[in-house]
């Protein structure tokens, strides 16, 4: 399966990011998304029948896959979702229909500002990234906002990237600040970081049934 070979060898480092950032968010820009969308929103569905109190999500743009039905779905089920804000790393709670332009064209809760440290209240926290390998290692936009961010965390709270199946590659570069993810979730379903290959880890079969589902919880 060609998906998991990275578009360009990895070297460690900044500039192998950026050299790999630009073929995926060209891949990106000429991509329908909305068939893949309604896939993993519903594969995260299935996992999140039992959401934590707190989910730290974001709210997608165009070009990123789609947070906003998932957002939506664990509001109405009394999830407190918190939305980035800000520059630097901030939070606020989501209130369905309140938000506003922010920068990077990424709508912003019109709430109060929490705080960074409001990210410890977070049993999962939902990362954009560009693409993701199996060790967990996540490239993000190259802001390091998220890095920031995640500082903030508590130690058990599960980090779920949301990329595409092309997305998942063998390596990413990687940087000593970056701080691996629990898994990711794309199109085809859940896989844990690390995993051994058909134990969930694989993308190029079908959503994956029940075991890797209930690890996920
Ligand atoms: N929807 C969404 N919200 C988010 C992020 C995100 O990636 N997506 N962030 C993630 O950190 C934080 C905001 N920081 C961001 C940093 C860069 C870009 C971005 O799109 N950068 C451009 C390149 C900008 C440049 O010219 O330097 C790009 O990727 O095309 C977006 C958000 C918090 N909120
Ligand atoms: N904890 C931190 N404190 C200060 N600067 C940081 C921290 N983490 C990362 N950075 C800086 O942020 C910049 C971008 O880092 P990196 O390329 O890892 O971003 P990214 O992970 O792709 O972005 P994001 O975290 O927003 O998804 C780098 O210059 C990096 O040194």
């Known amino acids: 399966m ?5 578009p360009v060898t990895p070297g460690p480092g900044p500039a192998a990011k950026s050299e790999l950032r630009t073929v995926l968010r060209a891949r990106r820009r000429g991509l329908d998304r909305a068939v893949v969308d309604d896939r993993r929103t519903a594969a995260l569905l299935r996992v999140l029948a039992e959401p934590p109190a707190v989910v730290a999500a974001y709210w997608s743009r165009p070009d990123e896959p789609d947070t906003h ?21 901030d939070w606020a709670e989501h209130q369905p229909g309140q938000l506003r332009p922010g920068t990077y064209g990424v709508a912003e809760p019109t709430g109060t500002p929490l705080g960074a440290a409001a990210l410890a209240e977070a049993g999962l926290i939902l990362c954009p990234a560009l693409a993701v390998d199996r060790s967990g290692r996540r490239l993000g936009k190259g802001g390091g906002w998220y890095d920031r961010a995640l500082l903030h965390a508590a130690a058990d709270a599960e980090l779920w990237a949301l990329v595409d199946v092309a997305e998942v590659l063998d390596q990413v570069p990687t940087e ?14 859940l896989a844990r970081a690390g995993a051994p290959v058909g134990l969930g880890a694989r993308h190029d079969l079908p959503a994956p049934a029940a075991p890797d589902q209930a690890a996920a919880r």
């Open 2 to 6: 060609t998906n998991h070979e990275s």
């Open 69 to 89: 039905a998932l957002i939506d779905a664990l509001v109405a089920r009394g999830v407190r979702v918190l939305l980035p804000c800000g520059t630097d790393p």
């Open 176 to 189: 000593p600040h970056d701080r691996p993810v629990t898994g990711w979730v794309t199109e085809a379903g």
